[in-house]
């Protein structure tokens, strides 16, 4: 039995839609274990639907790339000013980092600093892709580590950092019966199917829409002068406005083909044979459901520059970082074309089952499902560690 907790109160950082919705996840989790902790925090509809009290909308801090950073810098700073005055109106017991490096490991130094309050950092910075230099800050500011992909546990072991794998939240999001080989299995006209669909993700950010969604578009018409029978689901994320999609998708011949889908992620991959994807998130979302996937990614040159002098990791898709090897092609810069793009996904298309039983192997690797409840244990156990009564 949970031993009870009055008058706690945790601050939840976000900065990204994605780190929201786990954030999301593992607050309803705290709650079911303790109603009674006030939440407050930056966060976006996640954290609003779990009633954190929130102080700052990350609607306007999603940023991507060195030049959008410095345009976002006057929101960044004032929601910084915010977290600041906040800590000394209502001190937390327990400040949750979620994701959102930049700004998190800041405020959890000025947070460690001047207030010594315990952290826990859900969804850890990336320094196995690039600032090393980071391990240093958390050992030195956060308590706790709560690790989502398994290959970071000897990343953390290694710098001597409280941590612990508590599995990927994104296993409760996909479970088992939303893969492909299952749908197949229990679907007897799944064979029979004589179209096929391939989703189109270009993104979250304009930056991503302006650097992708046209290329996607060319791609498109190309594989359907391969094949008629491909039709295509656009994404539209809810921060990107329809007409941005529109305005592109009205300069294809072969509009009529395409479907915009502004509804979840998951949706678009249950219908998907293949998906041409942003790198990211949803990559890994659609290495779980076992759709084939071809990740493609541009940014500005110099930005681009930057990262490879930077980033010193052998791939970017999520996928293939965890099984070691390319189970998801990946396309990037300079090689996302549309002919390459089109070449890859003709190939894959008469390929489906072998892409989808690679993808099994990401599954077996990340373990089982309940990182959120695994996370809130560690949440409620360094809440007793702050009353002497426990």
Known sequence: MNLPIKSKHIMVLTGEPSGDMHAGHLIKEIKRKNETIYFSGIGGPHLK???????????????????????????????????????????????????????NLKAAQFAKNHYKIKILYYITPKVWAWKKSRLKKIKKYVDQAALILPFEEKIFRKASIKSTYVGNPLMDE???????????????????????????LPGSRKAEINNLLEIMIATADLIHQKNQQVTFIISQATSINRQIIESVLNRSNNAPLFKINDGPIKDILLKSDL???????????????????????????ITFQLAKFFVKIKYVGLANLI???????????????????????????DHLVSSENQLLKVRKLLGNKGASKRAANIVINMLRKTDLRY
């Open 49 to 103: 639907n779990q009633n954190v009290d929130l102080f700052f909308d990350i609607a306007q801090l999603s940023a991507m790339g060195l030049f959008e950073v410095l345009k976002q810098f006057k929101y960044i700073k004032k929601a910084f000013d915010l977290f600041k005055e906040k800590l000394k109106v209502n001190k937390p017991d327990v400040i949750i980092l979620v994701d959102y490096p930049g700004f």
């Open 174 to 200: 996909y479970p088992e019966n939303l893969s492909r080989p299952f749908i197949r299995s229990e679907n007897v006209l799944f064979k029979d199917k004589n179209t096929l669909t391939i989703g189109l």
């Open 275 to 301: 998906v041409i994807a942003a790198s990211g998130t949803v990559t890994l979302e659609a290495a779980l459901c076992c759709v084939p996937t071809i990740i493609i990614y541009k940014m500005s040159p």
């Open 323 to 349: 099984v070691n090897e390319e189970v998801m092609p990946e396309l990037l810069q300079n090689d996302a074309t549309s002919e390459k793009i089109s070449k890859k996904a003709i190939y894959m298309l």
